[in-house]
C-alpha cells in the first residue's frame, strides 16, 4: 500500500524537467518493494509525497543509502540482495561519478528539507545520517572496499551486526536483540536468561546475535571479477575450459605446479546403470511425474577421480571453495557451494555484481606450508552422508601419502569425535591441519574431486572398496543391536523433512518384526555395523541411509521419498554395493514456498505394511 501510495501520487502530476521519468521511480521502488525488510519500509513511509520534485531528485540517493543498509543487515542471510547492489552501481555510482546527477550536497539537501518538512524531526533526523553518510561516500570513495568498508563501520554502530552467537563471545543484549522470541519469553519469565536458551537450544540451532559498536570486521581488499575454471577432467560444468598438466601422484606432491594448477587421474570416469537393482514392483507413487523422472534416470556417469593441486591458492576451509592465480574459482568446488542454493548466504564475502561474482577480504587468512589436502566444506561439516562420501572418501583416496606424513589433511576446526574418525581411519595425528579462521592461503594446495559432491551424487565403484574398508578399521561395539528387519528413524533429529505419523508407521511396521534403528543416537563405527545383519530396511529419503551400503549382498532398501526433494543417490550405492532398492514417493501437503526442502507429509501407512509383509513372506526363509 506504501508503494502504491507514493507512486500513485508521484504519476498524478508532471515531474518538473530534469528530474527521473516516473518509470524509473517505478522501477527503483519495485525493487525495493520486493527486497527491503520492514525497516527500510518503515522509514520510507517518512516520505509524505507532496513535494513531486524533491521526491524525484531524492530518489537515487535513497536508494543508494537503503542498498547499502540492506546489504549489509541482511546480506549474509539473503543473496537477493545483491540485486540491490547491482542496482546501486549500475544505475546510480556511475551517473553520479559522470555528472549526469546533481552533486552530493544538492542531494542531501533536497533529501534534508523533504524530510524535515513530511515527519517529525527525531524520525527525519534518524533517516537523513544514513543519507548524509551515503552522500558523502559517493563523493569520496570509488572503490568497493572502502565503500563496504566505511557502511560497515557506520550500520554496525547505528543498525548492529548480525555474527553468530558463541560460547567465546556470547553477549546477553545482543543474543536478546537478534532473537525477538528468546527475549519475549524471558520477559515473561519462561526463560532465567538469554545464555540459559543458548546454552540448551540456541548453540545447536546456530543462533546469531547483533552487536552495535564499530565493525571490527572491515574490508581489506577486493577481488572482482572472478573466473571460473574447469579441466577435461572435472566433475562438474561450472566454468571455462582451461588447459592443465596432467603429472603422477608423486610428482603433484614434490612441489608446487609450473603453471597455476596441475592435476593427476585416479580413475577415469565410468558409466553404470542401476536399473537390474531397482525394483518397480513392489513400489509406490509410481504415477508421479517425479517418480518416473527418477526411474528414467537410473543410468548414470561418474566423474574422474583426481587430486588438483594449486600454486599460491585461496581455500575457504569452511565451505570448500578453492580461489588462486589471484581471481580464478576452480568451478568444482563452487558448483555445490557457491553457485548452489544460498551459496551466497553461506559466503558472505562473496557478491554478484553485474552477473559476476567478487570477493571481499575481511580477514587476514591463516598461512599453511603445503602440500595439504582440503576435505572440509559445508556439506561436509553439516551432514553425515557428505562426510562420508566426501570427506572420509578424499582422506582414504591419499591414505598412503598422509600416513607417510608427505601431505597434511587441511580442514577447519572439527568436533572432537570428527576428529577421532580421521585417526581411526589412519590418518596421523601430525597429518591433521585445523584451522580456525575460515580461510587458508596454501602455497600448495590439492583439490580432491569427491569433495564437489560427486561422491555421493554420482558415486564411483571404488567407493565399495572404501565401505569395505570403513567396517575393518571400525569395529563395532559388542552390544550392538542388528535387527534382521530395520526401520530407521530421523524421530529427534533436526530435520526439514518432517514425517507427522512417523511413530504409527513405526507401530504398525513394529507387529511384523521390525526394530527402531535410531543411527543419529549411535556412535560412528555402530552407525556402520548396525544394517550390517539387516534383510530389509525401511527408511525416509536422507544420510542415514548411507548406513545401508553395510547391509548384507542382496538386502533390501526401502526409501520413503517426496516429489519435493530427492535423487537417486542411494540407488546409485545400493546397485554398487549389491543391494535391492525399491521407492515409496509421496506428495507433501506442505512445502515451505521459501525453501522447497522443508515440508510436511504423511505416510501411507496401510499401503507399506503391505509391501513389507509381502517381502517378508517372500523372503521368508532368510530374514527368519
Not at 42 to 68: C, E, K, N, P, T
Not at 184 to 194: F, I, N, Q, T
Amino acid at each position: 500500500m506504501l508503494f502504491s501510495n507514493l507512486l500513485n501520487r508521484l504519476q498524478a502530476r508532471p515531474s518538473p524537467p530534469g528530474t527521473p521519468k516516473p518509470e524509473a521511480a517505478v522501477a527503483a521502488l519495485d525493487v525495493l518493494s520486493e527486497t527491503l525488510g520492514d525497516q527500510q519500509r518503515a522509514r520510507l513511509q517518512m516520505l509524505s509525497g507532496d513535494d513531486d520534485a524533491a521526491i524525484s531528485g531524492y530518489l537515487r540517493l535513497f536508494r543508494a543509502a537503503a542498498v547499502f543498509q540492506a546489504l549489509k543487515f541482511r546480506g549474509p542471510q539473503d543473496g537477493a540482495i545483491a540485486e540491490l547492489f547491482v542496482a546501486f552501481y549500475s544505475q546510480h555510482f556511475e551517473p553520479l561519478a559522470t555528472g549526469a546527477l546533481p552533486p552530493p550536497d544538492e542531494l542531501q539537501r533536497r533529501a534534508e528539507d523533504l524530510l524535515l518538512e513530511s515527519a517529525g524531526r527525531k524520525r527525519a533526523e534518524a533517516l537523513a545520517a544514513g543519507s548524509q553518510e551515503a552522500a558523502r561516500l559517493l563523493a569520496q570513495a570509488r572503490n568497493l572496499p572502502l565503500l563496504y568498508a566505511r557502511l560497515a563501520d557506520y550500520l554496525a554502530r547505528n543498525y548492529g551486526r548480525l555474527e553468530l552467537a558463541s560460547r567465546a563471545r556470547f553477549d546477553e543484549g545482543a543474543y536478546l536483540a537478534a532473537n525477538p522470541d528468546v527475549a519475549a519469553a524471558v520477559r515473561r519469565g519462561e526463560l532465567a536468561s538469554g545464555r540459559s536458551h543458548f546454552e540448551r537450544h540456541g548453540e545447536i540451532e546456530g543462533r546469531s546475535q547483533r552487536i552495535f559498536g564499530r565493525d571490527d570486521g572491515l574490508c581489506r581488499q577486493a577481488a572482482y571479477p572472478l573466473h571460473f575454471r574447469r579441466c577435461a577432467s572435472s566433475t562438474r560444468p561450472a566454468g571455462e575450459l582451461q588447459d592443465c598438466d596432467l603429472v603422477s601422484f608423486d610428482d603433484l606432491l614434490a612441489a608446487p605446479p609450473q603453471k597455476d594448477m596441475a592435476l593427476t587421474l585416479c580413475a577415469a570416469p565410468q558409466r553404470y546403470d542401476a536399473a537390474a537393482s531397482f525394483d518397480r514392483d513392489p513400489a509406490m507413487g509410481a504415477e508421479l511425474p517425479h517418480f518416473r523422472a527418477l526411474a528414467e534416470a537410473c543410468a548414470w556417469q561418474s566423474g574422474a577421480l583426481y587430486f588438483a593441486a594449486f600454486r599460491d591458492a585461496l581455500a575457504d576451509v569452511e565451505n570448500g571453495i578453492v580461489q588462486y592465480d589471484a581471481d580464478k574459482i576452480w568451478g568444482d568446488s563452487a558448483q555445490e557451494t557457491l553457485l548452489y542454493i544460498g551459496g551466497l548466504a553461506r559466503a558472505p564475502d562473496m557478491f554478484l555484481l553485474d552477473g559476476r561474482y567478487g570477493r571481499l577480504e575481511f580477514e587476514k587468512p591463516t598461512r599453511v606450508e603445503g602440500p595439504a589436502l582440503l576435505v572440509t566444506s559445508w556439506a561436509a561439516r553439516n551432514n553425515y552422508g557428505h562426510w562420508l562420501t566426501n570427506t572420509l572418501f578424499s582422506a582414504y583416496l591419499a591414505l598412503g601419502a598422509l600416513s607417510q606424513r608427505r601431505l597434511k589433511l587441511l580442514t577447519a576446526r572439527l568436533p572432537a569425535s570428527l576428529h577421532q574418525q580421521l585417526l581411526l581411519l589412519g590418518v596421523p595425528a601430525e597429518s591433521i591441519a585445523e584451522i580456525d579462521a575460515r580461510h587458508a592461503q596454501c602455497d600448495h594446495l590439492l583439490y580432491p574431486s569427491p569433495l564437489s559432491t560427486s561422491g555421493n551424487i554420482a558415486p564411483h565403484a571404488s567407493l565399495s572398496e572404501f565401505f569395505a574398508y570403513l567396517q575393518q578399521r571400525f569395529p563395532a561395539s559388542q552390544d550392538l543391536r542388528r535387527p534382521r528387519l530395520a526401520y530407521v528413524t530421523r524421530e529427534g533429529f533436526k530435520s526439514q523433512r518432517r514425517m507427522i505419523n512417523e511413530t504409527q508407521l513405526f507401530e504398525a511396521l513394529a507387529s511384523l518384526g521390525f526394530e527402531r534403528v535410531t543411527t543419529h543416537e549411535l556412535p560412528f563405527a555402530d552407525q556402520i555395523h548396525c544394517l550390517s545383519n539387516a534383510r530389509i530396511v525401511v527408511g525416509q529419503f536422507g544420510a542415514a541411509l548411507w548406513n545401508a551400503a553395510f547391509m548384507p549382498s542382496g538386502a533390501r532398501l526401502i526409501e520413503i521419498a517426496t516429489t519435493n526433494y530427492g535423487g537417486n543417490e542411494y540407488l546409485f550405492a545400493a546397485h554398487l554395493t549389491g543391494r535391492r532398492f525399491s521407492r515409496i514417493m509421496v506428495e507433501p501437503e506442505f512445502v515451505d514456498p521459501e525453501n522447497a526442502q522443508i515440508c510436511e507429509f504423511h505416510a501411507p501407512i496401510a499401503e507399506i505394511v503391505a509391501m513389507t509383509r509381502a517381502l517378508i513372506e517372500k523372503e521368508g526363509a532368510q530374514i527368519s
